[in-house]
């Protein structure tokens, strides 16, 4: 079987290799090559997307979960998705241009300091675009003004609440996930995963002419709803999820714990009674 995996100016990296060759391999990549960041165009020539799904998307706003452990890991002022996102974004635009685009809730104080709304440029971002206006949905298109001038599409969680009953009860026929009715946290991740769904599902469904490689990279749990459905649905695109910090890593890490070096030997259960912690299952 040939090998598969990320494209650089030495070949391809086997998939096969275990997590400290990896890291060697990608430690040696010069990703200031010219045939890599390109601004794009070798994404465009090859067909490649990549769609970034985040709660916090030119959204600096901290969850009540984020409010509560505040102690133990401070998004809004060291680190956090939110900084992940923007320090991020410069090298994500400079490798795919504007074959790459944030996805996140529209948050009106936020938007008025951060972000410059435009009308799209690409027929399919304008396709997909109007097809959830005329379902009613408000989206805003335009460019995040950090470093990267990044392409953003911010979607109202207001404008689809009216579609809330009817995609808790498809997320429980479909997957068995049940949402506490007056959990609005939950809520309203549920509605940005519909049309975070919906909208790459359109996106894709207008690329005529050649098969798109499409990849969705999800957050956290606020956004992972898109990535779950977007597998129900068969989407035609790849998902990436990735989880910031738990409640016991947070734990670990504030204490000291050499993390890295000890991750096969750690004993979750045993770390969590110690902690006093509960885990649920």
């Known amino acids: 079987?040939?090998?598969?995996?990320?494209?650089?100016?030495?070949?391809?990296?086997?998939?096969?290799?275990?997590?400290?060759k990896?890291?060697?391999?990608?430690?040696?990549?010069d990703l200031s090559a010219a045939e890599?960041?390109?601004?794009?165009?070798?994404?465009?020539?090859?067909?490649?997307?990549?769609?970034?799904?985040?709660?916090?998307?030119?959204?600096?706003?901290?969850?009540?979960?984020c409010h509560f452990f505040e102690f133990f890991y401070r998004f809004d002022s060291v680190g956090g998705i939110?900084?992940?996102?923007?320090?991020?974004?410069?090298?994500?635009?400079d490798e795919l241009g504007d074959q790459y685009c944030m996805l996140g809730p529209y948050n009106e104080e936020r938007v008025k300091l951060e972000v410059e709304i435009l009308e799209p440029d690409s027929a399919s971002m304008k396709y997909a675009l109007d097809q959830m206006r005329e379902i009613g949905f408000r989206v805003v298109?335009?460019?995040?003004?950090?470093?990267?001038?990044?392409?953003?599409?911010l979607f109202d969680i207001g404008s689809a609440a009216w579609k809330l009953d009817q995609w808790k009860y498809e997320l429980w026929e479909s997957c068995k996930i049940?949402?506490?009715?007056h959990d609005k946290e939950s809520n309203d991740a549920v509605i940005l995963g519909f049309l975070v769904a919906?909208?790459?599902?359109?996106?894709?469904?207008?690329?005529?002419?050649?098969?798109?490689?499409?990849?969705a990279h999800f957050h956290e749990w606020q956004a992972g709803i898109g990535l779950i459905l977007s597998r129900v649905w068969k989407t035609n695109v790849s998902t990436v999820f990735t989880t910031h910090a738990t409640l016991l890593g947070r734990y670990l890490s504030a204490?000291?714990?050499?993390l890295y070096h000890n991750l096969d030997r750690v004993s979750s259960h045993l770390l969590v009674s110690t902690n006093s912690l509960a885990l649920y299952s």
């Open 1 to 20: 079987m040939a090998s598969s995996g990320i494209a650089s100016p030495h070949g391809r990296i086997s998939r096969k290799l275990s997590y400290s």
């Open 22 to 29: 990896l890291a060697r391999k990608l430690s040696n990549l």
């Open 36 to 65: 890599v960041m390109d601004q794009g165009e070798t994404a465009r020539h090859e067909g490649r997307f990549v769609f970034e799904c985040s709660w916090e998307v030119a959204n600096k706003e901290n969850t009540a979960f």
């Open 82 to 93: 939110y900084t992940v996102l923007r320090t991020k974004a410069a090298v994500s635009t």
């Open 141 to 153: 298109f335009g460019r995040w003004l950090i470093d990267g001038y990044p392409n953003i599409v």
């Open 178 to 181: 049940g949402i506490p009715w």
């Open 198 to 215: 919906i909208f790459i599902q359109k996106y894709i469904f207008s690329i005529d002419g050649f098969e798109p490689l499409c990849v």
């Open 255 to 258: 204490s000291g714990a050499d």
